[in-house]
C-alpha cells in the first residue's frame, strides 16, 4: 500500500508494534525442551491479547498462529507438539497479523542457547545484510540493485542467497505490489521502490543452497543439502531517505 494520511500511519504502526513484540516475546520464551508448538501458543495468545489476527491463518489456513522454522527449515515451518528444541537449534520465527485493516510481517532467526553447532556467523551476516540493504532503500531506487547488494554482501561473508523466496509488498493485505523483491539480481525486474509505499524486505542467507524446496507437509520449505538458512524481516515505510522501519521494536540488531 501507500500511505496517504496520518491515520494509516498509525493503523500500520500499531500493528508493526503487535508484531515486534510478539517476534521479541517468543524469542525470549523459547527453551530447550520446548515443542514448536507450545512456542506457537505463546504467540497466538501474544497477538490475540493485543487484538491481532494471524496473517498465515487468515490468508492460508496455515495450520499455526506463526511460523517456526528449526535448522535446515528454510521457512513457513509448522509448530508441532512433536518437536522439540534442543540446545543450539537454529530457530526462525515468523510473524504476521492484522489488525483493524492493517497487516506487518516481521521475522528473525536466531540460536537457541549455547552456539554448540556454529550457527551465529549465518545469523549475525543475515541480520547485518538486512540492516545494509535497509540503508539503501529510497523512492526511486530499482528493487534489484538492492537484490544485487544482499547477493553481493552474502557473497563476501561466504554464504550464498535462497533464490525463490522474495519479500514483499504489505498493508492492507500479507501480499501486496511489489509482489518480489529478491536477494538477488534479476535483470528483468525494472521496478522501483516508491515514497511512501509499506514493503517487507527479508533476507534468506544460506551455507550453501540457493533453493528451498517444499516438504510432504505442503508448507515447509527445507533445503535437500541439508544447508542452513538465516532470515530477518522487516516492515518499512520507503521515503526519500532512510526508511522507517516500522517493526524495529523487536530488536533483531541485539
Not at 495468545?45 to 499455526?64: D, E, H, I, M, R
Not at 497487516?103 to 556454529?118: I, Y
Request: glycine content about 10%; overall charge neutral; charged content about 20%.
Amino acid at each position: 500500500m501507500s500511505i496517504t494520511s496520518q491515520a494509516e500511519l498509525l493503523g500500520l504502526q500499531r500493528i508493526s508494534q503487535a508484531v515486534a513484540t510478539t517476534l521479541r516475546e517468543m524469542r525470549a520464551y523459547a527453551r530447550p525442551g520446548m515443542t514448536t508448538r507450545e512456542l506457537d501458543e505463546y504467540g497466538g495468545q501474544l497477538l490475540a491479547g493485543q487484538g491481532a489476527k494471524s496473517a498465515p491463518k487468515l490468508t492460508y489456513g496455515f495450520p499455526g498462529w506463526t511460523c517456526i522454522s528449526v535448522n535446515n527449515e528454510v521457512a513457513h515451518g509448522i509448530p508441532s507438539a512433536l518437536r522439540t528444541l534442543q540446545e543450539g537449534d537454529l530457530v526462525n520465527i515468523d510473524v504476521s497479523a492484522e489488525l483493524d485493516g492493517y497487516w506487518a510481517d516481521n521475522g528473525g532467526s536466531f540460536v537457541l542457547g549455547a552456539d554448540v553447532h556454529q550457527h551465529q556467523p549465518l545469523v549475525d551476516a543475515s541480520r547485518q545484510i538486512l540492516r545494509t540493504a535497509l540503508s539503501q532503500i529510497r523512492g526511486g531506487v530499482r528493487i534489484a540493485e538492492i537484490g544485487r547488494l544482499i547477493e553481493t554482501e552474502a557473497r563476501r561473508a561466504g554464504y550464498k542467497v535462497i533464490k525463490n523466496l522474495v519479500g514483499h509488498g504489505v498493508g492492507r493485505s500479507l501480499h501486496e505490489e511489489p509482489s518480489e523483491i529478491p536477494c538477488y539480481y534479476d535483470r528483468h525486474n525494472l521496478k522501483r521502490f516508491k515514497k511512501n509505499s509499506v514493503v517487507a524486505v527479508e533476507t534468506f542467507i544460506s551455507t550453501r543452497a540457493t533453493f528451498a524446496h517444499q516438504s510432504n507437509d505442503g508448507w515447509t520449505l527445507v533445503t535437500k543439502d541439508g544447508s542452513f538458512v538465516a532470515q530477518h524481516e522487516h516492515t518499512i515505510v520507503i521515503t526519500d531517505g532512510q526508511p522507517l522501519i516500522l517493526t524495529a521494536a523487536n530488536n533483531i540488531w541485539d
